[in-house]
């Protein structure tokens, strides 16, 4: 089993989380493969995902520790436990909320907590946050998180919400840790059309520039 620490090296070896908002089971573990064919190994399945849980349960049967696989868009305390045994290795709300907060914390998983203010950025730290999720980090840009860091130079943070393929490197220019990427990465039309090795590809290019992102840093 791995440890929190080991999800954390994982999460910043890897450098990039594929956040799925999937329409229906079958069509999300569709888009899974056709991710990880493409070289993605970080997933996160949303709770706003159709029978999330047991996506997970099946992921984990399929992929065991070929990839590294969470939760995402918690946002009740009970859900934190659930995901827990339906085999996440991460939590992920795109908020921060005491309740929720202690729920995840407490699972002993690798946890991380929605902010976008410094007030928001610090209570997450605060509450046990493991990595800070700047959501939707679209509003500020990569600049915010290079001013972030002005403040709190040690901050573990991770960007999802305007993540692209030509923004890329200039998120870990900012120093980010690792990027969440959704519908840039795994379009839910794309995959509701079938088009699956569309989304392979995808994924390739978005390896590519996070390699490319890595090696230029």
Request: charged share 20%; net charge neutral; with cysteine.
């Amino acid at each position: 089993m791995r440890t929190q620490q080991r999800i954390l090296d994982l999460v910043q070896h890897i450098g990039l989380l594929a956040v799925i908002r999937g329409p229906s089971k079958d069509v999300t573990l569709r888009m899974v493969d056709a991710l990880v064919e493409g070289g993605v190994n970080g997933i996160e399945i949303t709770y706003t995902t159709p029978r999330a849980e047991e996506i997970v349960k099946q992921l984990n049967k399929s992929y065991d520790e070929d990839i590294l696989l969470g939760m995402g868009t918690l946002t009740r305390p009970d859900q934190a436990l659930r995901a827990r045994d339906a085999g996440a290795s991460f939590l992920v709300s795109p908020h921060c909320e005491e309740n929720l907060a202690t729920a995840m914390v407490e699972t002993n998983l690798l946890t991380m907590l929605g902010a976008l203010t410094p007030s928001e950025v610090q209570r997450a730290r605060r509450l046990g946050a493991d990595v800070v999720k700047i959501f939707p980090a679209s509003l500020g840009g990569p600049g915010y998180i290079k001013s972030l860091r002005g403040p709190y130079p040690d901050l573990l943070c991770m960007p999802t919400g305007g993540v692209t393929l030509e923004n890329l490197p200039e998120w870990f220019d900012a120093g980010v840790i690792a990027v969440g990427a959704g519908s840039a990465l795994c379009p839910r039309s794309w995959a509701i059309e079938g088009r699956f090795e569309a989304i392979t590809a995808r994924a390739r290019a978005f390896v590519k520039a996070v390699h490319a992102a890595r090696a230029r840093a």
